[in-house]
């Protein structure tokens, strides 16, 4: 009853699960502040209680005594300091952020915002005002000739402030490095899958390719969404335990991020009878959200590392576009060792129970340097550098990964017209796809491609 008395704003968290409200919290800005402006009204509390209540200026010696006139002086004077460094440092967090949207990508906000660093920091100087302000408030209106714990801890909580602003200045300027954005940005898809991905799939996923089910097609029964939004999150774990006890096989329709409008079929129930399956359970499994989260997106996390590619060719940044084409390759190594592709996930009875849309190596692939690829174009000196990151993946990957790379390499090459590009670029180019070659067991194929670069040369290259 009472969340109708609420704000829009606050009533959106109590609407969403748990792990929805945990996420979209952390990427807030004002919940770290009201955390420590908590504790600060504690700690004035305590100041209060100590000076006007337990009078500790009667224990302590003379020297971390002082008047009341001194203390206001005191205290008025660093509301003032405590005020200019809470407010420089907004001014500093406005230009980094307006830094960002401009040169790389409007999604790494978020990235920034939600970083611990920086809701510490605004916490502390947010914290640090309202203590101070707080014991200039009540000191002002006591009797009390002599205080102690309330000078002595404004000081102490104004170092601190002073302290925590040179840590952010030196936090924003190390953060806003291209290679610490890009491995940062890294680093969070992978905490997602060792995190989020391998508990909620992998743990689910058949190990057999091709597992022995029947899908009965005149007992499909479609369920269509109640809303237009991103699919955000699925409980699949709920899922397959609700699919067991009706005995069904649930098929999504979509993948986690894509695009679902109201009306559209969502999930089809095979083996379903209408009048025995409460399909409203099933898709109250199915968040569905006005954007796209992090929570069980992998591929969002590539888009952000692509748009960063793709904003630095657009600035004439070819290094920011090759570090970020190597924390891409790096993402990609991660993905293979740590998640299978089975589009089959199975009970404790090792019953398929839910069937995904399928998402392979394939698709990660042109996730990452598919569209970084698109818009460098006739750069061939970034065209160059995912050559030669495929070629180093193909080091490390099993076999049954050789041939997508290669195909995507030699795809890559196709696209190039051989009558504008330079004869070193030519050269270095050619020299990876060779490497690349060599390693996935396509030197015939490479010999098609170098005598299409060098018609009048020998062919066995």
């Known amino acids: 009853m009472f969340k109708k008395f609420l704000p829009n704003d606050v009533q959106k968290?109590?609407?969403?699960?748990?792990r929805q409200r945990a996420h979209?919290?952390?990427?807030?800005?004002?919940?770290?502040?009201?955390?420590?402006?908590?504790?600060?009204?504690?700690?004035?509390?305590?100041?209060?209680?100590?000076?006007?209540?337990?009078?500790?200026?009667?224990?302590?010696?003379?020297?971390?005594?002082?008047?009341?006139?001194?203390?206001?002086?005191?205290?008025?004077?660093?509301?003032?300091?405590?005020?200019?460094?809470?407010?420089f440092t907004l001014n500093s967090l406005l230009v980094v952020l307006t830094t960002f949207s401009g040169q790389f990508s409007p999604r790494m906000l978020l990235n920034f915002i939600s970083d611990k660093k920086t809701q510490h920091a605004l916490g502390i100087f947010n914290g640090s005002f309202v203590f101070v302000l707080f014991i200039f408030l009540f000191i002002g209106s006591s009797k009390k000739e002599m205080f102690t714990a309330a000078p002595v801890l404004t000081v102490i909580v104004a170092f601190i402030a002073a302290i925590t602003f040179i840590f952010f200045i030196n936090h924003a300027s190390t953060w806003m490095q291209v290679h610490n954005i890009t491995y940062n940005m890294k680093k969070v898809s992978e905490v997602m899958i060792n995190q989020t991905l391998k508990k909620d799939l992998e743990c689910h996923r058949t190990k057999d390719d091709h597992p022995q089910f029947d899908l009965d097609e005149s007992k499909c029964l479609n369920v269509k969404a109640k809303a237009s939004g991103y699919v955000q999150i699925i409980d699949f774990h709920s899922m397959i335990e609700k699919a067991r006890e009706d005995g069904i096989i649930v098929r999504l329709h979509f993948?986690?991020?894509?695009?679902?409008?109201?009306?559209?079929?969502?999930?089809?129930?095979?083996?379903a009878d209408e009048k025995k399956v409460d399909m409203e359970k099933y898709l109250a499994l199915i968040e569905i959200g006005h954007k796209e989260t992090e929570i069980q997106d992998l591929q969002m996390g590539m888009h952000k590392l692509a748009e960063v590619a793709i904003k630095s060719l657009g600035n004439d940044d070819p290094k920011t576009a090759?570090?970020?084409?190597?924390?891409?390759?790096?993402?990609?190594?991660?993905?293979?060792?740590?998640?299978?592709?089975?589009?089959?996930?199975?009970?404790?009875?090792?019953?398929v129970r839910v069937i995904l849309e399928i998402e392979d190596f394939d698709y990660y692939l042109y996730r990452g340097f598919g569209y970084v690829r698109h818009y460098a174009r006739g750069n061939h000196l970034i065209i160059t550098d995912i050559v030669k990151?495929?070629?180093?993946?193909?080091?490390?990957?099993?076999?049954?990964?050789?041939?997508?790379?290669?195909?995507?390499?030699?795809?890559?090459?196709?696209?190039?017209?051989?009558?504008?590009?330079?004869?070193?670029d030519k050269t270095f180019l050619l020299t990876e796809l060779k490497i690349l070659a060599k390693i996935t067991g396509h030197t015939d194929e490479y010999q098609h491609i170098h005598h299409r670069f060098y018609p009048d040369a020998n062919r066995n290259v």
Request: net charge negative; with cysteine; glycine share 4%.
């Open 255 to 271: 993948k986690i991020g894509d695009f679902v409008l109201c009306g559209n079929d969502i999930i089809c129930l095979y083996g």
């Open 24 to 87: 979209e919290i952390q990427l807030t800005i004002w919940f770290m502040p009201f955390l420590y402006i908590c504790l600060s009204l504690l700690l004035v509390a305590c100041t209060l209680f100590l000076d006007l209540k337990v009078e500790l200026s009667h224990y302590v010696p003379k020297l971390f005594s002082m008047n009341a006139s001194v203390t206001r002086t005191l205290v008025s004077t660093l509301i003032g300091g405590v005020l200019t460094l809470s407010a």
């Open 389 to 424: 990151a495929l070629s180093r993946l193909s080091e490390t990957l099993p076999r049954e990964r050789h041939q997508c790379l290669w195909d995507f390499a030699a795809n890559t090459i196709d696209h190039i017209e051989e009558s504008v590009i330079y004869e070193l």
């Open 13 to 18: 968290y109590l609407l969403m699960s748990k």
């Open 322 to 351: 090759s570090n970020t084409i190597h924390q891409i390759t790096d993402l990609m190594l991660t993905i293979n060792h740590h998640l299978s592709f089975s589009p089959y996930l199975i009970d404790d009875d090792e019953d």
